[in-house]
């Protein structure tokens, strides 16, 4: 059951469906707003994450979403109880790949890595009451910082390079969206579609686990977090990352890229059936290699590339036909990265799979 007030949701859970509902309900409702296509994935999985949690241990419990403002920006906050067995050894709990259940472990310490603020409480016997909060909002005066002696191009270029890791700025110098959606009878799905500014630019992922369901979803969730902690610039280190966290899996595709706010050159790495391509003056398609993370025989090729101001770099995974990049490429030139992913998404994605796509337009 679902309680909806002006900015907070509040939920019954009891069944894996009902886990399934509250983390899409969560991921694209109005209290929400102002987050990223990102921010919003991470909160679903944290719904999820700690859903999943409370039907496997407790049987039953609730969780209440919330958004608070304050002088510092906006956050979601997230609580979760139930008055299951509790937990002995807290510590030991939220340590990676700790489960009692026979699964990846990767429950609690994944949504205390995602959170910016975490609190954990039970007693055994009693229950377990989890608080997770994440900032979707940052009110910063960053962008309005002052250089004395600079002037004109070099004020310009040393603002950018100093706001470059900022939200503020990556909205002004990057376009990004990202569409994702489980294959027919699903809830939950095996593919991602990541985003983060780090390095003076933007880096892309695209992920697609092994199979369906929850089983593909638990796979990609481990390595969404290994993504977003340890993302740079460096795509070869972050590949082999992702590779060695799935050692021990199902295995997973994946597609990375790297884009440099100031100058537009991009680099590419693959593995596996994902795709990337650039839409606008120039043609270039990524080439992934054969294989699969955590299958201990990765081979890379490292690609790069440049797009012209305006210019689309396109990631998806194999449920999306290579067959539609003509029709999406035809109206790249006038649409905005959401859009493009939307209608990529409805009118391409195949039913009987995981799809997702990842658009940026790069507008110095």
């Not at 999820?48 to 241990?57: A, F, H, P, Q, R």
């Not at 780090?198 to 290994?226: F, P, Y």
Request: aromatic letters at 4%; proline letters at 2%; hydrophobic letters at 40%.
């Amino acid at each position: 059951m679902t309680t909806a007030q002006l900015d907070s949701l509040f939920f019954r859970v009891s069944t894996s469906s009902d886990v399934g509902r509250s983390a899409v309900t969560v991921s694209g409702h109005a209290l929400l707003r102002g987050a990223s296509d990102i921010d919003r994935a991470l909160i679903g999985t944290m719904v999820s994450e700690l859903g999943t949690n409370i039907v496997k241990y407790a049987g039953r419990g609730t969780i209440q979403v919330s958004r608070r403002e304050d002088d510092a920006g906006v956050s979601i906050e997230i609580e979760a109880n139930d008055n299951g067995p509790g937990i002995a050894d807290i510590g030991q709990a939220t340590s990676d790949h700790f489960s009692t259940g026979g699964t990846l472990g990767l429950g609690l310490p994944s949504v205390r890595r995602m959170a910016d603020d975490f609190e954990l409480t039970s007693t055994p016997g009693v229950g377990t009451r989890v608080r997770a909060v994440k900032r979707i909002v940052h009110r910063s005066l960053r962008d309005s910082t002052s250089y004395p002696g600079l002037s004109g191009a070099a004020h310009l270029e040393r603002s950018q390079r100093t706001v470059v890791d900022d939200a503020d700025a990556h909205a002004r110098l990057f376009d990004t969206a990202a569409r994702t959606r489980p294959r027919d009878g699903e809830l939950v799905s095996g593919d991602r579609a990541l985003s983060l500014a780090c390095d003076g630019g933007m880096l892309l992922g695209i992920l697609d686990a092994s199979g369906h369901g929850t089983s593909a979803n638990n796979v990609a969730a481990s390595l969404e977090e290994c993504f977003q902690l340890e993302g740079s610039s460096d795509l070869e280190r972050l590949i082999r990352r992702l590779d060695e966290t799935a050692w021990g899996t199902i295995g997973a595709a994946a597609g990375l890229a790297f884009v440099s706010a100031l100058t537009g050159h991009f680099r590419y790495v693959g593995v596996g059936n994902t795709r990337a391509a650039q839409m606008g003056t120039a043609t270039w398609r990524g080439i992934s290699r054969d294989g699969l993370l955590g299958a201990r025989r990765l081979s890379i090729t490292l690609q790069d590339g440049q797009l012209a101001p305006r210019d689309v770099l396109m990631l998806w995974t194999d449920g999306i036909p290579e067959s539609s990049q003509h029709a999406r490429a035809a109206s790249a030139t006038y649409r905005t990265a959401a859009e493009i992913a939307s209608k990529t998404i409805t009118d391409f994605a195949r039913g009987y799979d995981d799809a997702a796509c990842l658009v940026l337009r790069w507008r110095p």
